[in-house]
C-alpha cells in the first residue's frame, strides 16, 4: 500500500474504534441512569423539581428560585448534648458526620443543603455529591442547592483557620481580602465552579466575646467590605445569590447607606416558636429580603410544647411540622438539621394545613428575649 492509502485506512480503522467506544460508552451511562440503586430516590437524575415538600421554592428579589427547606450541616457537640463517644471535656463541630448523613438526605430526595466555612462540612458535601455526579444519580449543578457562609468570627470551640480568627482587630483591607480567600476556599472545598448562595455568617464581633469596647464605625466599614466582596463575587458569577446572616436592621441598613449597590436577597437570623425577631422580620419583609430561619426547634419541650401538641392533633402533625408551619407563614425560610431518614421528609410536609391567626397569636405569645441558645443576639453587635 502506499503511504497515502495506509494513512487513510488507519484513520477509518480508528474512526470506526472511537464511533463504537462512543456507543458503549453512552449506552452505559443510559443504564446507569435507569438502573435501581438499593435505598436510592425514585427520582435517580434530581432534574425536576416537585410543588411541595421538600422541593417547594420560594422566589429571591434577583429571580433565582431558592428552596423553603435546606438541610443543615452544623453538627456541633455542645453543653446541651454531650457526645457520649467523643473524649470526655469534647465540645466542637464533628464534620465527620456529614457524609452518611448527605448520603441518607439524597436518597430521600433532599437536594438543598446549608453550610458554612467554620462547620468543616465542605469537604464532606463535596465527597458525597462528587460520588453521585460520578455514578449519574445526580446529572449536573443545577440538580442540588448550596449554601455556605463566610466572616465568622472566632468562637472558642471552633478551628482558628476557619473563622476570621482577629476580626476585632483586623484592619479594612485586611477583612476584605481575608473575605475573598475565604470565598475562594469555600468553592475549592465544595468542588464546584459556583455557588447557589453565600452569606456573611455574621456582622461582627460581639463585645463580650471580643472582651473589650468595639469601635462601631470600625466595624460598619469592615461589614461594608467585606459585602463589596461578595457583590464582586455575584458579578462574576460565582454565586446565584449573596446574603447575610445574623444582622440587624441597623446592620442592613447601614450597608445601604454607606454604598452597597445590591439589596443582600436573604436575611438568615435565629427563629423559633421562642425566638422571633420582630423588628427584623418586618423590616426584612418591607425590604424584600427573603427571611431564612435557623435553630428552628428550639423550644419545642418548654411552655410551647402543650399549645403545639393541642394544635398538633387538631391538623394531625407533630411539634416540629406545627412550629415549621409557624415560621413558614410569617414568612421564613426554613434550615433543619436532621441525621433521620424519616425526619427529613416529614419535617416538609407543612402544606396541606394552615394555622388560624388566632393560633399564629397564641405561638406569638411564647417569644421571648431570653429565648435561644446562647449566640450573641443582632442588636448586641455593634
Known sequence: LSKETEAATMARFWCIILCLFSFQTATRFSEVRGQHVEGSCADEGGSEWKEDGSDSTISLHNGVQMPVFQLGTAHMVTDFGPDPDAPAGFIGLQPERVYQQIELALRMGIRAFDSALNYGSHQGIAHVLGEWWRTVRLQARKDVWITTKIFHPFCGVCLKQRHMPTLSDMAVEEAAS?????????????????????????????????????????????????????????????????????????????????????????????????????????????????????????????????????????????????????????????????????????????????????????????????????????????
Open 178 to 382: 481575608k473575605t475573598e480567600e475565604h470565598f475562594e476556599r469555600s468553592l475549592m472545598e465544595l468542588n464546584v465552579g459556583y455557588l447557589d448562595m453565600m452569606l456573611l455568617h455574621w456582622p461582627g464581633e460581639d463585645e463580650a466575646s471580643a472582651g473589650r469596647p468595639l469601635d462601631p464605625q470600625l466595624a460598619r466599614q469592615k461589614r461594608l467590605a467585606a459585602w463589596k466582596v461578595l457583590e464582586d463575587m455575584y458579578q462574576r458569577g460565582w454565586t446565584r445569590a449573596i446574603g447575610v446572616s445574623n444582622f440587624s436592621v441597623k446592620h442592613l441598613q447601614q450597608l445601604q447607606e454607606d454604598g452597597a449597590t445590591i439589596v443582600p436577597m436573604v436575611n438568615q437570623i435565629e427563629a423559633s416558636v421562642e425566638v422571633q425577631h420582630v423588628d427584623i422580620r418586618k423590616y426584612c419583609h418591607q425590604q424584600n429580603i427573603t427571611l431564612q430561619a435557623f435553630s428552628t426547634l428550639r423550644g419545642l419541650n418548654g411552655p410551647a410544647k402543650d399549645i403545639l401538641t393541642e394544635m398538633g392533633q387538631k391538623y394531625g402533625k407533630d411539634l416540629a411540622q406545627v412550629a415549621f408551619r409557624y415560621l413558614y407563614q410569617h414568612g421564613y425560610t426554613i434550615v433543619f438539621l436532621s441525621t433521620s431518614a424519616g425526619r427529613m421528609i416529614s419535617n416538609t410536609e407543612i402544606f396541606d394545613f394552615e394555622l388560624t391567626s388566632e393560633e399564629m397569636q397564641a405561638i406569638d405569645g411564647l417569644n421571648s428575649d431570653e429565648g435561644g441558645w446562647g449566640l450573641p443576639k443582632p442588636n448586641e453587635i455593634p
